[in-house]
């Protein structure tokens, strides 16, 4: 387990290998919530809680890859720096938070809310 989930008060975020569209990829769930199907894209009604990170959340953003350590610090600081690139390919960071539907959100202010 990598940390305690944000958004309930008894769930845990494990990470799961998941084959999503033929690839493999890497998804950290809420312990809550039950995947309806194999490819793990849906989540059933009956879930408490369908908190989960896609491991490729930031792709759009450069990053190929969210790690086990960057879910663990989100999930003990509230937040981590990620290192993203923009098309042209600068580097920049920003700030990583939780969010209770896309799983994290990019902060484009330099501060983190508190
Ligand atoms: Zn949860």
Not at 67 to 76: D, F, H, K, N
């Given at each position: 387990m990598l940390g305690k989930c944000p958004y309930c008060k008894d769930g845990c975020i494990i990470m799961q290998k998941k084959i999503v569209q033929g690839r493999n990829t890497k998804v950290y769930t809420c312990s809550n919530a039950k995947f309806i199907s194999e490819d793990g894209e849906l989540f059933e009604s009956v879930s408490s809680c369908s908190y989960r990170i896609w491991g490729n959340s930031l792709l759009k953003y450069g990053k190929r890859f969210i790690?086990?350590?960057?879910?663990?610090?989100?999930?003990?600081e509230g937040t981590f720096v990620a290192v993203l690139h923009s098309r042209n390919g600068v580097e920049y960071r920003k700030y990583v938070i939780p969010h209770d539907e896309y799983g994290i959100s990019v902060l484009f202010e330099d501060e983190v809310a508190v």
């Open positions: 790690g086990e350590r960057e879910v663990r610090e989100l999930l003990s």
